[in-house]
């Protein structure tokens, strides 16, 4: 695939109209018939989404925690995947694998001092491209770094708004 051509119409057209680059991306939650699961609508596809073991799901499906790792691990798959090709860099695998660490305490509301979430994320890029010179490598990792949306947005969070309705 030559990504380039594949995206020069697309940075064409954003640089001559800024507005049409913009874009807002949705997914609705909705309730099921137990309190610890939901589906999540992405307008392309449905997920079901359940409460992690540790809180009371039954731990057969993806908690939401799962589903933020799994976003930023797809988008840092992707978008290092992306880069490699823009630079020409001939890669046999890459492979990211994600982790993150939380005490539930938390989120049970049971220590007022752990916090709500992950206290920590750990991203590991297995990259096999023997022929990349190490500054080819130092290039991909930075582009990688740089453009991954989901590890932007997790480094410098935006502004987040909630609005309630009944």
């Not at 594949?6 to 909705?30: F, H, V």
């Not at 982790?99 to 305490?105: I, Q, S, T, V």
């Not at 989901?150 to 969070?157: A, F, I, R």
Request: net charge neutral; proline share 5%.
């Amino acid at each position: 695939m030559d990504l380039r051509s594949l995206q020069k119409p697309l940075k064409e057209q954003y640089r001559n109209d800024p507005s049409a680059s913009r874009i807002t991306i949705r997914a609705k939650g909705a309730q099921t018939d137990a309190p610890v699961s939901c589906s999540v609508d992405l307008g392309r596809a449905i997920y079901r989404a359940e409460a992690h073991k540790g809180v009371g799901g039954a731990g057969a499906g993806a908690c939401s925690g799962d589903l933020l790792l799994g976003a930023l691990a797809a988008c840092a798959q992707i978008t290092c995947q992306m880069v490699a090709a823009a630079m020409g860099i001939l890669t046999e695998r890459i492979e990211v694998m994600v982790e993150g660490d939380m005490d539930l305490r938390g989120t049970l509301g049971i220590a007022k001092d752990v916090p709500v979430g992950f206290e920590s994320i750990r991203l590991q890029f297995d990259v096999a491209a023997p022929a990349a010179t190490p500054e080819q490598i130092a290039g991909l990792k930075e582009k990688t770094e740089q453009y991954c949306v989901v590890m932007q947005t997790l480094k410098n969070p935006p502004k987040l708004q909630t609005n309630w309705s009944r």
